[in-house]
């Protein structure tokens, strides 16, 4: 279940809390060579490295004067979030690697010499800020091109797996609810020097970060579709029309045939903050103009070239022209530029950064610190300000904005959006109001001013996309732009409200069909959808409600109801009684309510909901361990529970029964007196076919 509500990803990099990988060596440091009393040699010094980024070959033993002696590189420097006890996963894990070398280990990690062995070392974790440190002091020792390639670095459980499960289970089951995913960050947009289709990142790219070449197309779809979110990528600006049909033809060929793409030129190149702008004005000189002309011809052409790959499936593509929030002329002179270049243009939409904040200025930093003295920290200064001032202004960019995109009959859509305090020019620098800022972001008013923005550009435009920025991040004196500010952080104000928003939105597509809202009376109702999005109320009796084509929400009521969904992405609320819910095709939600029930997800990547202890007693007759998840997050965020992530391990039990597996659960939150009773039934399955990975718990 999604509403238009998606988010940026945060960027690859070794110091990221989003950790989205199992392999973490996916987002290590780019290698650094380093010497005897120097950390790190000098930044200029080329390294021989291969296509793929690993080192060949060291300077030789023995050299009088070499520039350095060995690489190395971290991973997983992050910084503690509040209320989470660990930077990131610790325990066993496994180093693979093909060639011949040596490796080294520090800092959060230490050789476990006993159980390694060549190609397989085994390391123990210890979390703590530091990370992990990697050492190459050999490689090739025997001049054969045998040197040390192909390393990666997974939590000892995943071995077997991560080949196939490249996601970390809790990244994605935290992403899951977001209808879009903005992938800039991960393709290293800003200031990319891609251009040719040769020099993109593939899946045999040593890492991912977007210091690197980013994240392989591929692996993106991949996410995509394990998510079910439309992706939204942003062409890099310098990029040839073969890097784009041939960007398009693997989406193409590889993306869910029921979501759409997104597809933008670059990112901002309004901006001049970025490389993109200083070439597309170059560009657009030219060709006798600026970056206005550059990049909106250029625009029509990547989705010209989109559009030819997709053929006859071209719908599902969304061409999205970046504009200026805060300044609807550049919107106009965009557009107008768009028409004139074609009458007929391929552009669906335009898109904005509607951003809620302050940007604090040297002229404005000395009255802004005066807040910070305050006794409450300058918190109510602050929220006055974003209420009073900041989001006022906010709304009256989008209505201009959306005046300009109405009159050339496309979409307004938020790339990006969400709070944005930060201090500029030198400001954020300032320790105290950049304390006072993370402390606003951390504040329950933040969430209140999210639900006011949200349900605001819900209502100016329509319901179109809205793009949060961003995801999870650590929190510093560029910004807090996280949601989250750790992958394993419980919940926020700001993500509270996000979710609050999806739930309360639900609409799993982003064409939305027209609606059927279909209610019954208190005797035992019959209610049959149509193929578009249905709203199917059952209220009193035994009730059959019976979904088809299109995006449903079934409500049983009271009574023993039957629930099926048919195609799409369903959901299924029983209520009170024993109900039958049948999900049919699609990614479809299942919530029993109170009652013995009887679950089916059918086809698809299901969830079943559970919400209290209560709704205990169900049977899940076709539960699939390889892709279908237990969500039990509002269970646990019962106060008899704490925040851990370990809240799996703490107080879920799973026990083989004659017909399957028994999901217990303790029901007091009490370790050390656990009192562990049958909650649910999966039919036919075996115990050792679930983990971790198939519950949601925080």
Excluded: C
Aim: no cysteine.
């Amino acid at each position: 279940m999604s509403s238009l509500l998606g988010t940026n990803l945060s960027g690859v990099s070794y110091w990221s809390s989003e950790l989205p990988f199992l392999d973490v060596f996916k987002t290590a440091a780019s290698w650094f060579p380093q010497k005897p009393g120097l950390w790190n040699a000098g930044s200029d010094i080329k390294l021989n490295l291969d296509e793929n980024g690993w080192v060949k070959s060291l300077p030789k033993v023995g050299d009088p004067n070499p520039q350095y002696t060995s690489v190395a590189t971290l991973i997983n420097r992050i910084s503690l979030a509040p209320g989470v006890k660990e930077n990131y996963p610790g325990g066993k894990y496994v180093v693979l690697y093909e060639g011949e070398g040596k490796l080294e280990y520090g800092f959060d990690a230490k050789l476990d010499a006993a159980s390694s062995k060549p190609g397989r070392d085994v390391i123990d974790v210890n979390p703590s800020g530091s990370g992990i440190y990697l050492k190459l002091t050999e490689t090739d020792p025997n001049g054969t091109g045998n040197y040390i390639r192909n390393v990666r670095i997974v939590p000892e459980a995943y071995e077997k797996t991560y080949k196939t499960q490249i996601f970390n289970p809790t990244f994605v089951e935290k992403i899951d609810n977001f209808s879009t995913l903005r992938f800039m960050d991960w393709m290293g947009t800003n200031g990319s020097d891609q251009g040719e289709w040769k020099n993109r990142p593939t899946t045999a790219t040593s890492n991912y970060t977007y210091s690197n070449k980013g994240v392989p197309v591929e692996v993106m779809v991949e996410l995509a579709n394990k998510t079910g979110a439309n992706p939204w990528f942003t062409i890099p600006h310098q990029a040839t029309d073969e890097y784009v049909a041939n960007f398009a033809k693997i989406v193409k060929e590889k993306l869910d045939p029921k979501l759409k793409v997104y597809v933008e030129y670059s990112n901002e190149v309004w901006n001049s903050q970025f490389e993109q702008f200083h070439w597309a004005n170059e560009q657009g000189k030219k060709i006798g103009g600026d970056w206005l002309d550059w990049q909106s011809r250029r625009t029509e052409q990547v989705g010209d070239i989109w559009d030819k790959e997709f053929g006859n499936e071209k719908d599902r593509v969304v061409t999205v022209l970046g504009s200026q929030a805060a300044n609807p002329w550049v919107t106009e002179q965009l557009m107008k530029k768009v028409q004139a270049y074609d009458p007929n243009f391929t552009v669906d939409a335009v898109g904005i950064a509607p951003y809620v904040g302050f940007n604090v200025s040297p002229q404005q930093e000395a009255e802004v610190e005066s807040w910070t003295k305050q006794s409450d920290g300058g918190l109510a200064k602050v929220f006055d300000y974003l209420n009073k001032t900041a989001l006022p202004k906010t709304l009256e960019h989008i209505t201009n904005n959306k005046e300009i995109t109405d009159k050339y009959g496309v979409n307004l859509v938020a790339y990006e959006g969400g709070q944005h305090l930060v201090g500029i020019k030198g400001v954020e620098n300032n320790e105290a109001i950049m304390k006072m800022f993370i402390n606003a972001n951390r504040d329950p008013r933040m969430g209140e001013l999210y639900g006011k923005y949200l349900e605001s550009w819900d209502k100016l435009t329509d319901g179109s996309a809205f793009v949060n920025f961003s995801d999870i991040g650590t929190p510093n004196k560029w910004g807090s732009w996280g949601a989250l500010e750790h992958l394993y952080q419980p919940t926020s104000s700001k993500w509270e409200a996000l979710q609050d928003f999806i739930e309360t939105h639900s609409n799993p597509s982003t064409t939305p069909l027209p609606i059927k809202d279909a209610k019954a009376t208190d005797g035992n109702d019959e209610l049959n959808g149509t193929n578009n999005n249905d709203i199917l109320n059952g209220k009193g009796g035994n009730d059959s409600l019976r979904g088809k084509q299109g995006n449903d929400i079934l409500n049983g009521g009271k009574g023993d109801d039957t629930l099926v969904g048919g195609e799409g992405f369903d959901v299924l609320i029983g209520g009170s009684g024993k109900d039958r819910l049948w999900g049919g095709q699609g990614n479809d939600y299942l919530i029993g309510g109170e009652g013995e029930d009887r679950l089916s997800g059918g086809k698809g990547r299901d969830r079943f909901v559970y919400n209290s202890l209560k709704e205990g007693g169900d049977t899940i007759v076709d539960f699939d361990p390889t892709q279908d998840t237990i969500d039990l997050r509002r269970i646990f965020n019962s106060s008899m529970y704490d925040n851990s992530s370990q809240r799996f391990s703490k107080y879920v039990e799973l026990k083989q029964v004659a017909s399957g597996t028994a999901v217990r659960i303790d029901r007091d939150g009490d370790t050390k007196f656990s009192k562990f009773d049958n909650f649910l039934v999966l039919e036919k399955v075996n115990v050792s076919q679930l983990s971790a990975n198939n519950f949601i718990v925080v």
